[in-house]
């Protein structure tokens, strides 16, 4: 109980200071992508996170953002509805988002949020709705038992009746069973095959009138709920949501490619691969895939709010008492630990030598060294190359480097492979640059690898 009301203080300060300091921080507003087919179609919105804690859900909606291609119709997304709930791991800071959409006081902290998409919703561009959710169990039309029954959610495509009369694409019912039809051929397993639930809302069921898709069903627009069950891992969950989506989109004439294979192994990659963070207008850009706890000494620049920009939607850097941490969806992934710093703006990059062989390199990029590299030294620069060891000097340029000399615990991943090479104008941070040893290590094996598993223990034990 005590720990409880901690943790409630904790948040209430922070409420606070959203509400006394609202321009030092970024705004979380969710994000709506758009994409454009080169074949005239149809326009489907889906929307992810309307709850925080559905990661199926909103992990989904940003793949189909940033990994899917329309060649026919539009694609818009919104995978991020409530993202400020997503970032907080929860269901709804502000209550259930989707029980806003009937009345809601301009006082609610979200009203402008569902105005917002609302208007969405109700262009006239947009031809269908989908709202993606990870719900509890599995729902089945009769009661099996305690998992398995009409109360569930999991595992069922939802809609609020079965027809739009005189609407395009408004024979809802029958897209849906033909959509589960596909979803169940290609079931992981007969146990998590899905099921239609007509939640008649229309009839009564006022919980549901006050939901996003009957908003859009009493505008005419067809929308359609689908929920993969919270008893599955996240990639298996947006398996089904994905599958589920796709034999709609080809029903419908949406025309698409993929990047990634619509396999949970493909879908887990997928997710946690080529995800980036940038800092100082992209001075600085990291991968968040590995990424150890704590960045130390972390050259941001001097500016009222943290500015950072990501390749994914889900993605955010927020204040934390001395120290901004990176949240990617429900994850909270690594402390920095800011030094701050004025940004030169001079240079663009930086020469290097790597294994030899002379490259230009842009800040923000990760080069793949396998031997070992060098900075070119450029007059009124100072190159530091953090951990490296035994320099004995303050300008580490034009110096060959291998990774041996460099102290494994300062890598900026958990595997002790990124290593930060950072160049400064006097004072001022002109850009970072990252050498990157995997492949070396990789090719070196198992013995190696070991011996690597080792100084990691060693290094984390250090901090
Ligand atoms: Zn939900």
């Not at 993606?132 to 099996?144: A, V």
């Not at 099921?195 to 005419?220: C, F, P, W």
């Not at 919270?230 to 599958?243: H, I, N």
């Not at 990176?326 to 800011?338: A, D, E, V």
Request: net charge positive.
């Amino acid at each position: 109980m005590h720990e409880a009301s901690i943790l409630f203080c904790r948040r209430s300060i922070i409420l606070l200071i959203l509400l006394l300091f609202p321009a030092r921080l970024p705004a979380f507003d969710f994000t709506l992508h758009k994409q454009q087919g080169a074949q005239p179609g149809p326009t489907l919105l889906i929307v992810g996170g309307i709850q925080g804690d559905e990661p199926g859900g909103f992990n989904a909606a940003a793949l189909l953002a940033t990994r899917y291609r329309v060649q026919r119709g539009n694609l818009w997304v919104v995978p991020n509805l409530n993202f400020p709930s997503i970032l907080q791991r929860s269901r709804g800071i502000y209550g259930d988002m989707n029980r806003k959409f009937d009345t809601l006081p301009e006082s609610d902290p979200e009203y402008h949020q569902i105005a917002r998409i609302k208007q969405i919703i109700m262009d006239p561009q947009v031809d269908l709705v989908f709202n993606l959710h990870d719900g509890s169990g599995f729902y089945h039309p009769e009661q099996i038992n305690r998992l398995r029954n009409p109360n569930r959610w999991g595992q069922s495509c939802i809609i609020d009746q079965s027809r739009l009369p005189d609407t395009r694409f408004g024979n809802l019912e029958e897209l849906t069973r033909e959509t589960i039809q596909r979803v169940n051929t290609a079931a992981l397993s007969p146990e998590h095959q899905f099921h239609l639930k007509n939640t008649r809302t229309a009839a009564g069921d006022i919980e549901m009138q006050r939901s996003l898709t009957y908003y859009a069903v009493r505008n005419n627009k067809p929308a359609f709920g689908i929920e993969a069950s919270k008893s599955f891992s996240t990639p298996v969950r947006a398996y089904y949501l994905l599958s589920a989506l796709e034999a709609y989109m080809e029903q419908v004439g949406l025309r698409f490619s993929r990047d990634f294979a619509l396999t949970p192994q493909g879908i887990k990659q997928a997710l946690s691969e080529n995800v980036r963070v940038s800092f100082g207008g992209g001075r600085i850009q990291l991968e968040l895939k590995d990424l150890r706890p704590t960045l130390n000494y972390f050259p941001l620049p001097k500016a009222a709010a943290i500015d950072f920009s990501s390749n994914n939607p889900l993605v955010a850097v927020l204040p934390y008492r001395d120290r901004f941490r990176i949240h990617y969806g429900n994850h909270r992934l690594s402390f920095l630990k800011p030094q701050y710093f004025a940004y030169d703006q001079s240079l663009t990059g930086i020469k290097m030598l790597i294994d030899g062989v002379d490259r230009d390199v842009k800040f923000g990029t990760t080069v793949p060294v396998d031997n070992n590299f060098l900075v070119r030294g450029k007059k009124g620069y100072r190159v530091n190359v953090i951990g490296f060891q035994k320099s004995g000097r303050r300008n580490e340029s034009d110096l060959q480097i291998a990774k041996p000399q460099i102290a494994g615990s300062f890598s900026i991943d958990k595997s002790g492979n990124l290593f930060r090479v950072e160049v400064y104008r006097q004072n001022r941070f002109s850009g970072m640059v990252l050498v990157d040893f995997r492949r070396q290590t990789a090719r070196k094996g198992p013995l190696v690898a070991q011996a690597m598993a080792g100084e990691q223990r060693a290094a984390e034990h250090e901090n």
